[in-house]
């Protein structure tokens, strides 16, 4: 069967549900088995229906990303291949929309397909007839800076992080809304500082969020793992998520289970990255 027929045949089986798959932390460590290999591994994105996962592949030197996915079909997870939409590029960080029908990753391919040396936002749609073209975001979203790591909420604002002029530190934290004018990008700087926050992810309510900072004051190092949410419409002070997910080294590419139990995460460590998983209770305040 034929990769678009396969998910075709998934996101009916979805549709026909109605609601997200009750979670299982057998299926899901499962999955982390199927998934993490000698290779490194980061970014797990979960579909909604909990049958189909993206992920990103790379070489211990954090290089030659790659994209892929694996569903899951009569009781197992199916070995990982390459996205439907991926090209023989460096490309990373897909995260599925909170409904599932939007895929929004970072690549250095052109418009054209050819590899380039920026990477930039770019966005693929899922249906019952399979994956759409990938189509690049338009400026203001993407620059000619580094735009990385795109993370979109349930009313298809997106999240991302820049290195482009104007932000405090190395990468910085954006926000992307759409609106009668176009995009409108302005960033995010409740949680910038003069380090770099270089992946966001959000719920699906626009109102909680994990992010990433490089080397944060009172963090334990590398790459830490903040929480916060809003308020009366207002971002709370960021939480570190502590000794259970965060180390000396680097913890990044957060999301979570179908129905929120599990945080997802990956870990860089001695030159290897895995992806991880801890119950959300254990490091998030219900």
Sequence with gaps: MGSQTMIGAAMIAASSIGTAASDDEDKWQRLLDTINSPQGE???SVHPSGNLALYDQHDDGFGHHRIYFTQYEDGAWQAPVLAPFAVDVDERGARFSPDGNMVVFSSKRSEGGAATDDWNIWKVTLSAQG????????????????????????????YFSSRRPGGKGASDMYLARIGQDGWQVKPVNAFNTERSEPDTFLWSSGNRMIF??????????????YFTQKVDGVWQAEVNLGKA????????????????????????????ADIRMVPLKDVVPE
């Design 131 to 158: 994956w759409s073209n990938a189509e690049m975001l338009p400026e203001p979203v993407n620059s000619s800076a580094p735009d990385i790591h795109p993370a979109m909420d349930g009313e298809g604002s997106i």
């Design 42 to 44: 980061s970014w797990l």
């Design 212 to 225: 990433a900072r490089t080397d944060g004051a009172g963090g334990f190092g590398g790459d830490d793992l």
């Design 245 to 272: 997910v965060n180390t000396k080294e680097y913890e990044y590419g957060a999301s979570l289970s179908p129905d929120g139990k599990f945080l997802f995460y990956s870990t860089f460590a001695a030159g290897h």
